[in-house]
């Protein structure tokens, strides 16, 4: 039996790294996928991997950092695939490295944009329909920097923070509404935001990351997306307001 036989989900950020991969499991899963990104050069190729597994895969541009693009997204796949059970908020930017004394005020905006506003503005939306059918799993992207600190990533650090809150704060909200909230902590996972980062294509600063991680080796975005099946799924029926960590031991020194 596939865990989201029929489910209709919705993921943030498909096109690349974890939520291409997550996207890809989710259709494994037999789960009717809406990818929800920027229109990229990966469109193409993304969306053939996911329709391989399920050709009911759609594509929707949206810019997660704006409330009326996830409305009239969110409007689309309950238009398409009649419901809305699992979102999978995972958008996120790395964003420029400089101590807060030094950083713009543009650089923090851009940041908490995408990462922050852009989950609380994914949630309100899909809870205002979840609401209507009193189920649902959302599942949103933190990170071991939602838990400790990093030097240089202040506005990245903050918004990830943030998104645990949000999450706990929610997950209470609804608790009783038959809707589960949770979150998903990556250590560093090799995807194309960590040679934007400056982090896999430079052989030092990567043998220092990864020596970060007690299982001694970033982590790939598959094993992400084993988590992200078992929060959405019912494996996990009883689980909200957590956070999970799949880190390699990072978060356990
Ligand atoms: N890679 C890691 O080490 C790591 C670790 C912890 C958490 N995360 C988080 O996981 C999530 C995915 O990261 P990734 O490494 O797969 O990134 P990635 O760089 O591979 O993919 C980023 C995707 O986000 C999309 N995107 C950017 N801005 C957007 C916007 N405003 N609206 C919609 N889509 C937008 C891009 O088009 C791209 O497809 C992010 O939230 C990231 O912070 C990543």
Redesign the pocket.
């Known amino acids: 039996m596939k865990k989201l036989e029929n489910k209709s989900v919705f993921i ?9 991969a997550c996207a890809i499991a989710a259709a494994k899963e037999g789960a009717n996928v809406a990818v ?3 229109k ?1 050069s ?1 469109l193409v190729r993304a969306m053939e991997e996911i329709k391989k597994e399920n050709p009911k895969a759609i594509f929707i541009e ?4 704006s409330f009326t693009a996830v409305k009239s997204a969110i409007e689309t796949v309950v238009k398409t695939f009649g419901t809305l059970d699992i979102a999978l908020n ?5 964003g420029d490295a400089n101590r807060v004394g030094e950083m713009s005020e543009e650089a923090w905006l851009k940041v908490i ?3 922050l506003n ?1 989950v609380f503005n994914c949630m309100h939306h899909e809870l205002e329909y979840m609401l209507t059918k009193k189920s649902g799993s959302i599942i949103n ?5 939602g838990k400790v600190g990093f030097a240089l990533s202040s506005h ?1 650090v903050a918004a ?1 923070h943030g998104v645990i809150g949000l999450t706990q704060a929610a997950a209470l909200e609804y608790a009783t509404d038959g809707i589960r909230v949770n979150a998903i ?10 040679v ?1 980062g400056g982090i896999s294509d430079k052989p030092e600063v990567k043998q220092f990351v990864i020596s970060k991680h007690p299982i001694g080796r ?2 790939t ?1 598959e094993e ?1 997306a084993a988590g992200f099946i078992f929060l959405a799924s019912s494996d996990s029926s009883f689980i909200t307001g957590t956070a999970l960590e799949i880190d390699g031991g990072y978060l356990a020194q």
């Open positions: 943030t950020d498909g096109l690349s790294g974890i939520g291409k929800a990104d920027l990229s990966d949206c810019d997660v950092s995972n958008a996120g930017i790395g944009g995408v990462n852009g992207m933190s990170s071991i920097l990245y990830k902590s990556p250590g560093f996972i090799e995807t194309p935001l960590l934007k970033f982590g975005s992400i």
